[in-house]
């Protein structure tokens, strides 16, 4: 079991940026893969990024480019910059981690609005 906490959502104009972070409860050294999931409103939750232990990362077709993640094991926490950002990039952003199980967090609101 670990336990993930999100945090550094918040309303940010278009093309702005944000970056949000992942704590884990222990060390993700071990962690399969972290990764960052979004859902808006009357959607279903997507897979917008991950990172394996081996460090090879994944992206939504829709976030290539903008969006980075990356890992620091030594702090236990996941990253998801996002850069360039555009209103459909509005959602409820997720960490996840697989590892046998799998854990979720509670979710930051990212929302991007003129």
């Known amino acids: 079991q670990v336990q993930l906490v999100e945090s550094g959502g918040g309303l940010v104009q278009p093309g702005g940026s944000l970056r949000l972070s992942c704590a884990a409860s222990?060390?993700?050294?071990?962690?399969?893969?972290m990764g960052w999931y979004r859902q808006a409103p009357g959607k279903e939750r997507e897979l917008v990024a991950q990172i394996t232990g081996g460090g090879s990362t994944d992206y939504a077709d829709s976030v290539k480019g903008r969006f980075t993640i990356s890992r620091d094991n030594a702090k236990n926490t996941v990253y998801l910059q996002m850069n360039s950002l555009k209103p459909e990039d509005t959602a409820v952003y997720y960490c996840?981690?697989?590892?046998?199980?799998?854990?979720w967090g509670q979710g930051t609101q990212v929302t991007v609005s003129s």
């Open positions: 222990r060390s993700i050294f071990s962690i399969d893969a």
């Open positions: 996840n981690a697989k590892y046998g199980g799998s854990s």
